[in-house]
């Protein structure tokens, strides 16, 4: 007969020393814990991080989800799963990479202080209140939308996929799809699309932005405009 059962570790109040779990079609949970290194890795089930503390940290999963919440890392932090889905809330880090397919990534208020790396294919990716400096995305065969974003540079590739954006500095490419921007704003801001439109509003005056408009098999309500202006949109 096939015998199920949890374990479950409880740690002294005074532990905050690395801890690494390792499992295989079961899933992983820690609760409450402030911890040097953390690593988990499972496969067939789910990762679930709530109230973690950690310099450096490590989810890993396949066909089953990843769940982050309320969790801070000093040092890096890398998140990769497979055709399940990986949401994080509330989440504080710095160096991350975040890589999944055939499944969606959620990222909801998330602040990082390095670099935010963020691969998908086959499944959406949807960033909503988040603050980092550098971000780059990179998907296929999905969407892409930031809601409420504030980053230094942001730079999306797509392929298959339409991008939509509600944020500041920006280079967007996309092929097959579309590229959506509402009230972009910045010195420099790169939107390019293949078979696709782009359209969407920038803030302030055309006048203050030296244009350069080119599509391919695709439209564009932007015309060619040279001006003083150090703002740059092409």
Request: aromatic letters at 4%; a negative charge.
């Amino acid at each position: 007969a096939l015998l199920e059962y949890d374990i479950t570790v409880e740690l002294p109040k005074d532990y905050t020393q690395a801890l690494k779990v390792q499992n295989g079609n079961a899933g992983i949970s820690v609760e409450d814990a402030s911890l040097t290194d953390l690593d988990c890795e499972t496969s067939n089930s789910s990762v679930e991080l709530t109230g973690v503390t950690a310099g450096t940290l490590r989810a890993v999963s396949s066909n089953g989800h990843i769940s982050l919440q309320k969790v801070s890392s000093a040092g890096a932090m890398q998140v990769r799963n497979s055709n399940s889905s990986i949401k994080m809330e509330d989440v504080r880090a710095e160096d991350t990479t975040i890589e999944d397919s055939n499944s969606s990534i959620k990222l909801i208020e998330f602040a990082g202080t390095g670099k935010l790396h963020v691969q998908n294919s086959n499944g959406s990716i949807y960033f909503e209140d988040i603050e980092v400096g550098k971000t780059t995305v990179k998907n296929s065969n999905s969407r892409v939308e930031f809601d409420g974003a504030q980053l230094g540079l942001l730079s999306i590739s797509n392929y298959n996929g339409r991008i939509q954006l509600k944020q500041e500095s920006v280079k967007a490419s996309t092929t097959n799809s579309s590229v959506v921007v509402e009230a972009l704003a910045g010195p420099d801001l790169t939107l390019r699309t293949e078979n696709g439109g782009v359209r969407g509003t920038i803030a302030g005056k055309k006048g203050e932005y030296n244009i350069l408009a080119q599509t391919a098999n695709g439209s564009s309500n932007l015309e060619d405009q040279l001006s003083d202006s150090k703002n740059k949109l092409q």
